[in-house]
Every structure is written in structure tokens, then in C-alpha cells.
């Protein structure tokens, strides 16, 4: 629907600001482009001009404009010579004198054109249509008479074939007895190189083509006539009878009137003008450009959608190019190129706005889980987080405070009290655990599980998890001394908190579970219960913390961990041995510690076995649990 919807603004909005002239303007620049990109030359056998250049003004060294008498001897040069029709491109609308006017009245004929204008003056009163033709005694002997008017595109550029009937080149070439084609209105002229691109000889030599021209130049070609500056103009300098066609956009020059209409000719003759596309071709065309777009983003976007969108841009450009070159019609690129654009970029903002609606939520999400490095990383790499449930090896840690109940039973009429300490104990401890790297999972009451290794790899899981698990001993004593000095200064009754933990490492599963409603990130298996029944088993022994086998393994490199019994815990039948870390140095005793063991597993071991009086101050952080083990002997 989003990209329905996208598409559908696009094509209404490129419909709309298609209407504005700068958006036809850029379309009659891309054709420039497209119609000159391959360096076209025009057709052999086509006209040759003869100009009115700079040489010419030197050698003939008179006043301009020059006697038309000596247009007149041109013309009989040029017959002469082979020409097969000749075309002036000067005006002869106005008397000069009759000698020179008789000159040039009695060496036209039918092979001979002349130039007249058409000019539309438009007023606040009225519109008003000026035609100019050459000396009626011209026409009347047989010379024929061809608009050479031009009309420029709003950027000052010459595109467009002029669409009179008896235009100068269509007269030129009825002149030559060649059939030419009316081009529809508006049909774009095939421009042919820079300035000078035509055949060119000055005015002079065509005087006396004998003496300064090879034989048969002029045999059986049209020649047209005309003011054409050697050096052609500056674009900015401006220049008479100059004009920019499309190949200015390479060259920066202007090109003569008289090297234009030859530029026509050959465009009605041999069929080169381009017509541009109706608006349904366009239209299907743009339609084509939204569809391939909305497929390459139909699933995602990336750096391909840039990559498809340069890749479609030049497939675009290339179609309009062969379109001109190939078939003569003008399909500008620019119209699917834009739609393209802006269907492949609006939804790539749609998706860059998504994916940081989505690192937003990911952020909230896992604020109150993980630690805020941990939340930037995640945020950064979504696809490090796989929703829905993965299988992946975590550490799983419970921690529980002993006679928590019996605390809160005491402080029953005081709920608020309550709370507060349950809020002071909860929060050093979960500082600790997303300082080491964990996600807490959840907290039931005053007991805390967290795990790690999810949802960001972690591949000491196991040691960060003990390390912090001793830290969170560390905030618990931290926390009873601050009673203490409470309990002294208020006098309120003193609550010690003794904390047991349970840390086991195993396969579990991990991800986002509950329902569509609600959920939370959690893990679940067996691991993650063996855990749960470590830290309850941790008060049976006397110590504070009880590791898994698979921890104990991990971390035993970094601390000195000892196995304290086997126990088959509830839900399994084979036993599992469990284990606590020693913070002192005591090495020296783990033999006899190990010796202990044996005997409590083989059924060895009796009350009066002096390992019960040793073991206590070889190992004090032990000491509680030999008691235990004495105490369980003598209640058997």
C-alpha cells in the first residue's frame, strides 16, 4: 500500500510540474545531449554554403551590404558551375537601385530561392502578422520566395523545424526537384556537428570557382548563400544571423543562419527531424519507471537501490538515445528517471525512517534488560538480535536473598519501607549485572535472573557472569554496612542481607516469548532450571554461590573452583555435580579437600574423621559447609 501510494503521488506529481516551462526546457537539454552525444555528421551530398566570411570582406573590399549585383554574378557563377538550386539567405524585401535590382531580376529563375521573413508583433491591443517577401520583379521572374524565419525555444536555442509550407529550405528543395517532407509542428530538428560541420567555401572563391575552387564542387549540389563569421561567436557576445542549436551545449558556439537552414534541409530531405512522443507513450513510460522501481525496492533497500537507480538512470538515458537515433521519436529520460528517483529514494526514506523507528523501539526495549553499551551495539546491528527464538549456548544466573520472607513479614504495616529496600537491593545488583555484560531477564520479588551471551555475542559468558556474581556479593555488603549506620541512627531494626547465587552454563533457548500482545526477551531449557535449583541448593552448603559443571569448567582457569557434592535436582535423575569458587589462595589444601570427597562419595566418611577439624582452617571459606556435612552425619 505504502508503495501504491508513493507511486501514485509520483505520477501526479510529475504531471503536474511537467506543465511548468522549466521542466519542458530540461527535457529539450537532455535531447541536446542525447542528439549530439555521438558526433553526427551530415548526409553526404548535402548542401554547400557559400559565406559571407571575413576573407570575403577583405577581398572584395566594399561597404556591406554589397551591390546585388554581385549577387547576381554569383548566381551566374553558381549555375555555371553545376549548382543545382542555389539559396540566398538575404532579404531583398526593399528597393536598392535599378541597375542592381535589374541584375539580380534577370538571373533568377526556378532554381533560385530567396529569402523572406515572417515576423508576429504582438501588442496589449492586438496581434499583428508582418510578412516580408523580396522585390515583387524578382519573384515575377520566376526567383521563388522561402520564409527563412526561426523561432527559438525559451532558453534561446533553436530546435524545432519551422513549419511553413513554404519555408526556405522546403523552397530549396522543390528547387532542386526533390521531394521533401512537411514534418509535423514542432519536430526537433537532428543537429550536425559544431559550427562550420558543412561544407564551406567563401564568397569569394565562388566568384571564381575556376581560379580558386577544385573542379565540379558546386556539380549538382544545392548551395546555399549567407553572412557566416569564420570564427563563430561567443554564445555571451551575441553575433549576426547567429544562432545556438543543440550541439552549442558541447561547443559553447553559435552557429551561422545560413549553415541552419542547410541544417534543415537535410532534415526534411532525408527524414532526420525527431518528433517527440505523445503523452500516452510518456505516460506508459513513466508507469514502466514506477513498476521497476517498486520492484527493486519491493523488499528492502540498500546500497543497491543506489546502484539499481544509477543502473536505470543510464538504461533510461540509453532507450531515449536509441529512440532518436533509431525510430527518430524523443522520448525524454527525464520523466522516468524522476519517477524512478523518487519512488526507489521515497521508499528508502520510508525504510531509513522505519529502521530508526525500529532502533528506537530496540533501544526502549532493551534499556531495562542490558547495559547501554550493549543497547548501541544492538541498535547499530539489529541482525545481531534473531526474534522469535534461537538455540544458543548461555550462562544463566539466579540470585536470591536468604530470609527475604521473614523480612518482609516484619515489615508488613510499612509496605513503603518495604519497597524502598527491595528498590535499594535491586538496583546496585542489576547495575552490576549489565555493567559485566548481562541481560537481566526478570525480577520475582527480590530474586534477579539474567543470563548471557544473548542477544549479543559474548564468548567469556561464563567468567563474566562468576565476576559478577562476586560483585553483587560486594554490593550486598556494601549495602548492610549502610543499614547498619540507618538502623544506629533511626533505631529502627537492623535487616542483615545474605544473598545465594546460581550460575549454570548450557544450551538454551532464547528470544522474544509471550504473546502478540505483550511479550519479553527471555531464554528457556534446562540449563536455565538447573540454575533456578543451584541457587536453592546454595544455603544447603553453606556458600554463597553455586556453579554448574559446564561454569566451572570455563572459569576455572581464572578462579580456584571446588566441587562441593552430587545432587540429582528436581526434573533430573542423573546427578550433577556442583561447585563454588574459593576467593583465597588455598591450592595447598584441595588435595585433602578432594580426599573428602572421595570418602563422602564412597560412604566413608564419619563424624570423628579429623578432616572435619583441618579442612575448616586450611579452607575457611568452607567452613560452613563441613559443618553442614558433620551435621548431616550426625542426623543419620
Not at 533510461?316 to 526507489?344: D, K, W
Not at 530496540?362 to 538480535?385: C, E, G, H
Not at 516469548?513 to 526477551?521: C, I
Request: glycine residues 8%; charged residues 20%.
Amino acid at each position: 500500500m505504502r508503495l501504491l501510494v508513493l507511486a501514485l503521488v509520483t505520477l501526479v506529481t510529475i504531471s503536474l510540474i511537467s506543465r511548468l516551462p522549466a521542466w519542458t526546457l530540461t527535457e529539450l537539454r537532455t535531447f541536446d545531449y542525447l542528439s549530439t552525444i555521438d558526433d553526427p555528421v551530415p548526409p553526404d551530398g548535402g548542401p554547400i554554403i557559400v559565406a559571407i566570411d571575413e576573407p570575403s570582406l577583405a577581398d572584395i573590399n566594399a561597404q556591406w551590404p554589397w551591390p546585388r549585383s554581385l549577387h547576381a554574378e554569383l548566381v551566374k557563377q553558381l549555375r555555371a558551375a553545376g549548382a543545382k538550386a542555389i539559396g540566398l539567405d538575404i532579404i531583398m524585401a526593399e528597393p536598392s537601385t535599378p541597375e542592381n535590382d535589374q541584375a539580380v531580376s534577370s538571373v533568377v529563375g526556378p532554381d533560385v530561392v530567396l529569402a523572406g521573413d515572417e515576423t508576429l508583433i504582438q501588442t496589449p491591443q492586438a496581434a499583428q502578422l508582418l510578412r516580408t517577401t523580396p522585390l515583387p520583379q524578382m519573384t515575377e521572374a520566376g526567383a521563388r520566395t522561402g520564409i527563412a524565419s526561426i523561432t527559438l525555444n525559451g532558453d534561446g536555442i533553436f530546435r524545432n523545424i519551422p513549419s511553413y509550407e513554404d519555408g526556405f529550405a522546403m523552397e530549396l528543395a522543390k528547387a532542386a526537384g526533390i521531394k521533401a517532407l512537411q514534418l509535423p509542428a514542432g519536430s526537433l530538428i537532428q543537429s550536425f556537428g559544431p559550427a562550420r560541420s558543412y561544407p564551406t567555401v567563401s564568397y569569394y572563391q565562388a566568384l571564381d570557382p575556376k581560379n580558386f575552387l577544385p573542379p565540379d564542387t558546386f556539380r549538382d549540389r544545392v548551395v546555399l548563400v549567407g553572412l557566416s563569421l569564420q570564427n563563430a561567436p561567443e554564445i555571451d557576445q551575441g553575433g549576426a544571423d547567429a544562432y545556438a542549436m543543440p550541439y552549442t551545449v558541447h561547443t559553447g558556439k553559435l552557429v551561422s543562419g545560413v549553415e541552419l537552414q542547410a541544417t534543415v534541409y537535410d532534415n526534411i530531405v532525408h527524414g532526420l527531424a525527431i518528433r517527440e512522443a505523445g503523452l500516452p507513450v510518456v505516460a506508459i513510460c513513466i508507469l514502466i519507471a514506477v513498476l521497476l522501481a517498486a520492484a527493486t525496492v519491493w523488499k528492502a533497500t540498500s546500497w543497491r537501490t543506489l546502484v539499481a537507480t544509477a543502473a536505470a538512470v543510464l538504461t533510461f538515458a540509453a532507450a531515449s538515445y536509441a529512440g532518436i537515433r533509431f525510430t527518430h521519436v524523443f522520448v525524454s529520460p527525464l520523466g522516468p528517471t524522476v519517477a524512478f528517483v523518487a519512488v526507489a529514494f521515497g521508499q528508502a526514506a520510508f525504510d531509513y525512517a522505519q529502521e530508526r523507528h525500529q532502533k528506537r523501539q530496540i533501544t526502549r526495549a532493551f534499556a531495562q534488560y542490558i547495559s547501554p553499551d550493549l543497547v548501541r551495539r544492538l541498535s547499530n546491528d539489529p541482525s545481531q538480535l534473531k526474534l522469535g527464538g534461537e538455540r544458543r549456548t548461555l550462562t544463566v544466573l539466579f540470585s536470591d536473598v536468604r530470609g527475604f520472607t521473614t523480612i518482609a513479614e516484619t515489615m508488613k504495616d510499612d509496605p513503603e519501607q518495604l519497597t524502598t529496600l527491595i528498590n535499594r537491593l535491586l538496583t546496585p545488583l542489576s547495575d552490576v549485572v549489565m555493567d559485566h555484560g548481562g541481560t537481566i531477564d526478570k525480577y520475582m520479588g527480590d530474586c534477579i535472573m539474567a543470563f548471557w551471551n544473548a542477544p549479543l555475542d559474548d564468548p567469556d559468558h561464563a567468567l563474566h557472569a562468576v565476576k559478577a556474581s562476586i560483585a553483587m556479593q560486594d554490593a550486598i555488603a556494601t549495602l548492610n554496612r549502610e543499614l547498619e549506620r540507618e538502623a544506629a541512627a533511626t533505631g529502627r531494626p537492623l535487616h542483615i542481607l545474605k544473598m545465594g547465587v546460581g550460575i549454570n552454563t548450557g544450551e538454551c533457548i532464547v528470544g522474544n516469548m509471550g504473546s502478540t500482545r505483550r511479550f519479553d526477551y527471555s531464554c528457556l531449557g534446562d540449563s536455565v532450571n538447573l540454575a533456578s535449583r543451584l541457587e536453592g541448593a546454595s544455603k544447603n552448603y553453606g556458600v554463597a554461590l553455586l556453579l554448574g559443571e559446564e561454569t566451572a569448567r570455563l572459569v576455572a582457569n581464572s578462579y580456584t573452583v571446588v566441587e562441593l557434592d552430587r545432587i540429582i535436582v528436581k526434573g533430573r535423575t542423573v546427578p550433577s555435580p556442583v561447585f563454588t569458587v574459593l576467593y583465597g589462595s588455598h591450592r595447598s589444601a584441595l588435595p585433602d579437600h578432594n580426599a573428602f570427597l572421595e570418602a563422602k562419595y564412597a560412604g566413608r566418611l564419619t563424624m570423628a574423621d579429623p578432616a572435619f577439624e583441618t579442612l575448616p582452617k586450611a579452607i575457611p571459606e568452607l567452613s560452613a559447609y563441613y559443618a553442614l556435612i558433620r551435621g548431616g552425619l550426625a542426623k543419620d
